[in-house]
């Protein structure tokens, strides 16, 4: 497990431009301050601050609506903030060009929430979509690798020419895993990855996660509503509420926390019904 970084802690350093920057061990690979981001009047996330370990599992939890998935989309770009900042493998991303950012964006996968495939790409292209925007490599070893990252998230390599329409649910999970990890990126950000599976979909899923981080010492940035992924996944788990995050550490501080809306979720019917806490107690 790794403690919350203290800001004043941070040196500031960072690598030079167009230089990969390569973060230590439980030293921050993401780091958040101060962060702000709204939409018009509604102001989402409020001054919110946050640490994410190499090589941890971090999970994210928070009320539906409450800015999970829109701290992920700050973070990798896709929704302006109004102040605060962002930085990733100690590069803070105000600052990169253009070409600096590219290469930043090599380095990390995504998996969203709904798998988010191509309809009208097959597997094979789905998979190789982001090989082609950012590598230039042959149609031959492009092919070899879509085999290489079917068999890694368990999939047959006869589903590289199959259409997305004809994927079970956990079938399109785990292509979308196989196409957020064709980079061989070193930070996996998963937006609900279980949602929508059965629960033995959903701990397959789980144990497919852990061995992938295991196996490849990925960061792993799961934003995620899924009481057993959490408990079971796990390193870290930060908790957002009211636009902040209010709560950092493993399972165990979650339970022990005395914040309402942690000891809501922790400690509610759900909980009790997965067996973390029992009826009355803690």
């Keep these: 497990m790794h403690p919350q970084t203290d800001p004043a802690q941070h040196d500031g350093t960072a690598a030079t431009p167009g230089t990969p920057h390569i973060v230590a061990p439980g030293e921050p690979i993401i780091r958040v301050r101060d962060l702000v981001v709204g939409f018009g009047e509604r102001v989402v996330l409020k001054g919110l601050s946050l640490d994410v370990m190499r090589g941890e599992i971090l999970g994210f939890v928070g009320a539906s609506g409450g800015g999970k998935s ?6 990798l770009g896709l929704v302006p903030k109004r102040s605060g900042t962002v930085e990733v493998f100690g590069e803070d991303l105000d600052t990169l060009s253009y070409g600096e950012r590219r290469l930043l964006e090599q380095r990390w996968g995504v998996l969203f929430q709904q798998g988010a495939l191509f309809s009208s790409l097959t597997v094979r292209q789905n998979i190789q979509f982001p090989m082609r925007e950012y590598l230039d490599l042959s149609p031959r070893l492009m092919d070899e690798l ?3 990252k079917l068999e890694m998230v368990g999939l047959p390599a006869d589903t590289a020419e199959k259409a997305p329409s004809e994927l079970s649910g956990g079938m399109i999970k785990r292509v979308a895993l196989a196409r957020a990890l064709s980079l061989d990126p070193e930070i996996l950000f998963l937006d609900e990855p279980t949602s929508g599976l059965d629960p033995i979909g959903a701990g397959e899923f789980d144990d497919l996660i852990a061995t992938l981080q295991q196996t490849l010492g990925l960061t792993v940035f799961m934003v995620t509503h899924d009481l057993d992924s959490l408990h079971t996944v796990c390193d870290r788990i930060a908790a957002l509420a009211e636009g902040k995050v209010i709560a950092v550490g493993p ?5 022990a926390s005395d914040h309402p809306w942690v000891s809501a979720y922790f400690h509610g019917k759900r909980a009790r019904a997965a067996g973390f806490v029992q009826d009355g107690g803690r």
């Design 70 to 75: 829109v701290l992920t989309r700050t973070i």
């Design 146 to 148: 879509v085999v290489a």
């Design 251 to 255: 399972i165990e501080t979650m339970l």
